[in-house]
């Protein structure tokens, strides 16, 4: 069991280290962003849900800040900020 999660955790990093594919572009991740931003609370619940060692401060959101928060975020869960990105996508189209 506990081979199975070290196994993941680093697959989960070298993921985050591999380039993504197809990263969204500048003026859709900034309008994405406000959306996200605005919305919070949202996405904030199905992330501590999803990854349970996420901390509310980990999970902390200021204004202006949302970027840094994403950088907590992937670097307690492995996930890079597009792959971060893609998850609140497929949370929006539920």
């Given amino acids: 069991m506990i081979n199975d999660q070290k196994e993941e955790q680093i697959e989960q990093r070298e993921n985050a280290r591999t ?4 990263p969204i572009d ?30 509310d401060d980990d999970l902390r959101y200021q204004r202006g800040e949302f970027g840094q928060m994403l950088g907590r975020i992937g670097a307690k869960t492995g996930l890079s900020e597009s792959q971060l990105q893609r998850q609140f996508l497929e949370w929006d189209n539920r």
């Fill in 19 to 22: 380039p993504d594919p197809d």
């Fill in 26 to 55: 500048s003026d859709d991740q900034t309008a994405r962003y406000d959306q996200w931003e605005k919305n919070w609370e949202n996405y904030r619940k199905p992330l501590k849900l999803k990854y349970p060692d996420l901390t």
